[in-house]
């Protein structure tokens, strides 16, 4: 779907924002870009969805060179959800949906009351002003807007900002349905759960690099001590005990009336970053 | 076509939302009544009353609309009372101009008046041009100028207001990733600004030219608003695209605005000249409407070329910032 082969991007002679960036992402998968700010991932995403022209290197989407894929036809199988719920404040969800969704054919175009109805987003709001909504309700309604088209790829940034953790739980599971629908997702963000819980393989960019790319669950075996915390009560009195994993095998290795609880060492997905980068995500 | 009606539907609903609609249907009223109640009743100067001292009777054919005085007292003393008045003291052989209050360069008028009236009629009969009276002359005279404001001030304002709100509600972005050409979104707004721009022309002309005078004017002061739409609303959206906040464009507006207006008033309506004024591009604009309001368009091509170059490049100036916008960090 995506092929990126030695991308670099310069914004002016001596502000290169890519520095040969490679990567691909397959049909139906949901790729994670994980960056802080000012790493190059809206760069990135910006030339990918056709924003900013004049890159070096190789980007082909669609199996179509990108120097000619930024058709209507190329704009008619994306979806893009950015980083702020842009809309037009003065009209409805109803009149923004009604109006974004003109630019498509009709026949691609899915129901906006059954899309919006998959976002709980409140009824009795509909009709009402956008500048009367909470920034989790614009975020709903900038969500359907991506989705309106049934895209074929889908850009998201920072999905879940602006939700709370039931909105954040239901944006993934939407997410998720796309995945199941075929739809290749490249999703830009800061969020280590949602890259971790969705993503498929993850890509560590940082000052125009990548750095790290693998699935999440590879980067953080690779990574780990391999082994595991043990808590648990003997004679009365609650211990604790840190064992290499291949012990387990013969089974639990000490004398013990109870188990209370095992925990692995595997570092998390922010861990990893923080290590391959030298940096937070902040 | 059915991307361009989805935008210019949009740009509609903006413009009533922005209540940019009823400040021109304001602007209209205003300045209907200002031409019918006001302009035409208390700006039809009566001519200059002139007053000769020649005790020794050294001019010989004045004319009959001259007031000889007998001493300079009873000149001076008339003036006081006729502060519009022009005196002429013709007690050394050579008329002097005598004037209560005046300026050099804008009173010229008063003074060749006066010295007219000392000579014989004929060399110095007043040639009538056209066929419109005092009256119409007056009215297509403000329409003209009040158009011009119009659409110099308050419609630059206008497109300037509707693309602030869409710039900083963000989704100006939006429309970089929508299956449509980019340069639709410009000339929806351009074709919202000149329809809108076209229609308070039809109806300033029609409310204060009357039904008749219209009609024979309407295409030529159409075609001379077009142009000065086109160009007001494309430099409005290049400035909104290039500075960052209302505030800015303010300071800007005021500057383009005074750049515009000052100097094209004075030297089109005032004895005030200025040798450059040839080079000024709105001035060509602003006399290419006045002359439409008189009958007499222009019909030099030179002026057409010019004028669509100007629109030409301004497009592509606002196609450049625009596309620069869309690529901007949120």
């Given at each position: 779907m995506i092929e990126v082969k030695n991308l670099t991007f310069s914004y002016?002679?001596?502000?290169?924002?890519?520095?040969g960036l490679n990567f691909t992402v397959g049909d139906g998968e949901i790729f994670g870009f994980l960056g802080p700010n000012g790493s190059g991932k809206s760069t990135t995403q910006k030339i990918l969805t056709g924003?900013?022209?004049?890159?070096?290197g190789k980007v082909s989407l669609f199996g179509q060179d990108i120097a000619t894929a930024h058709t209507q036809d190329f704009f008619q199988k994306i979806g893009v959800l950015f980083e702020?719920?842009?809309?037009?404040?003065?009209?409805s969800a109803i009149d923004n949906l009604k109006y974004f969704s003109s630019f498509y054919p009709a026949e691609q175009l899915r129901d906006i009351g059954e899309v919006l109805e998959e976002l709980e987003?409140?009824?009795?709001?509909?009709?009402?002003?956008?500048?009367?909504?909470s920034k989790g309700m614009r975020q709903r309604v900038s969500m359907a807007r991506a989705l309106i088209n049934n895209p074929k790829l889908l850009f998201l940034d920072e999905p879940t900002s602006g939700l709370d953790p039931t909105g954040a739980v239901l944006f993934r599971k939407i997410i998720e349905e796309e995945r199941r629908k075929g739809t290749t997702i490249f999703l830009t963000t800061h969020n280590m759960l949602d890259a971790d819980l969705l993503c498929d393989r993850v890509a560590f960019i940082t000052n125009g690099n990548i750095v790290a790319l693998d699935t999440p669950k590879r980067l953080k075996e690779q990574n780990s001590s391999h082994r595991i915390v043990t808590t648990y009560l003997y004679q009365g009195r609650r211990e604790e005990k840190t064992i290499e994993i291949p012990e387990l095998e013969a089974g639990i290795p000490f004398p013990h009336d109870e188990i209370i609880s095992i925990h692995s060492e595997e570092p998390t997905l922010e861990d990893m970053f923080i290590q391959y980068t030298g940096r937070g995500l902040s | 076509m059915k991307n361009f009606y989805s935008l210019f539907k949009k740009d509609c609903q903006m413009m009533i939302a922005g209540k940019f609609i009823f400040v021109a249907f304001g602007s209209l009223l205003t300045y209907t009544l200002f031409i019918n109640f006001g302009y035409i009743n208390f700006m039809d100067m009566q001519l200059y009353n002139v007053y000769l001292y020649d005790p020794q009777g050294t001019q010989q054919e004045v004319s009959e609309l001259i007031r000889p005085v007998a001493s300079l007292e009873e000149l001076d003393d008339a003036l006081l009372a006729d502060t519009n008045g022009v005196g002429i003291d013709a007690s050394s052989g050579t008329p002097n101009i005598i004037l209560y209050f005046g300026s050099e360069k804008v009173d010229n008028h008063r003074a060749d008046y006066a010295l007219s009236l000392l000579r014989s009629g004929d060399e110095y009969a007043a040639q009538i041009v056209g066929t419109n009276t005092t009256e119409q002359k007056q009215r297509k005279e403000m329409s003209c100028e009040l158009l011009f404001i119009e659409i110099v001030a308050v419609g630059f304002l206008g497109i300037a207001s509707v693309l602030f709100k869409e710039k900083q509600m963000g989704v100006i972005r939006v429309h970089a990733v929508l299956p449509l050409k980019r340069s639709l979104f410009v000339l929806s707004k351009l074709a919202v600004f000149l329809l809108s721009d076209l229609v308070f022309a039809v109806l300033l002309t029609l409310f204060n030219v009357g039904f008749s005078g219209t009609i024979r004017i309407l295409p030529a002061v159409l075609v001379q608003t077009a142009i000065l739409s086109l160009i007001m609303a494309l430099t409005g959206f290049g400035c909104t695209m290039l500075l960052n906040d209302f505030k800015q464009f303010s300071l800007a507006y005021l500057v383009i605005a005074l750049f515009v207006a000052t100097p094209v008033f004075l030297s089109a309506n005032t004895s005030i000249k200025m040798a450059?004024?040839?080079?000024?591009p709105f001035y060509q604009v602003y006399m290419g409407l006045k002359n439409a309001y008189f009958g007499t368009p222009v019909t030099s091509p030179v002026y057409y070329i010019c004028t669509a170059c100007g629109i030409a490049a301004l497009f592509v100036v606002v196609q450049t910032a625009f596309r620069k916008e869309m690529g901007k960090e949120g």
């Open positions: 002016g002679k001596d502000k290169q924002a890519l520095h924003i900013l022209k004049g890159n070096g702020f719920p842009y809309l037009y404040a003065n009209l987003f409140k009824t009795d709001f509909l009709k009402k002003p956008v500048s009367s909504y | 450059w004024i040839g080079w000024h």
